[in-house]
């Protein structure tokens, strides 16, 4: 069974920085792609940062030029390199894997103090 576990959340000061570590159990294969969501109380979840296995990213548009993410295939993990980060980018923040079907991880918290 598919599993994907998340590491690196915390509690950070407004301009601060965090780095975001998503590792797969579970499959031999290689995902298409992973990347990361987020989720804010009684927001939406919504796409942060994706990258294929052929390393193409996409944003979005409120983390561009602050958040880096980037993959590891022979291990599927991938990573989010956050910086600069603002009270608005506080959320649980989840990683995200597909191949054939999506799967999700359980979400690690972050919080960000102005």
């Known amino acids: 069974q598919v599993r994907l576990v998340e590491s690196g959340g915390g509690l950070v000061q407004a301009g601060g920085s965090l780095r975001l570590s998503c590792a797969a159990s579970?499959?031999?294969?290689?995902?298409?792609?992973m990347g990361w969501y987020r989720q804010a109380p009684g927001k939406q979840r919504e796409l942060v940062a994706t990258?294929?296995?052929?390393?193409?990213?996409n944003y979005a548009d409120s983390v561009k030029g602050r958040f880096t993410v980037s993959r590891a295939n022979a291990e599927n993990t991938v990573y989010l390199q956050m910086n600069g980060l603002k009270p608005e980018d506080a959320a649980r923040y989840y990683c995200?894997?597909?191949?054939?079907?999506?799967?999700w991880g359980q979400g690690t918290q972050v919080t960000v103090s102005s």
């Open positions: 995200w894997a597909v191949r054939v079907t999506s799967y």
């Open positions: 579970g499959t031999i294969f290689s995902f298409n792609a």
């Open positions: 990258i294929t296995s052929g390393g193409s990213t």
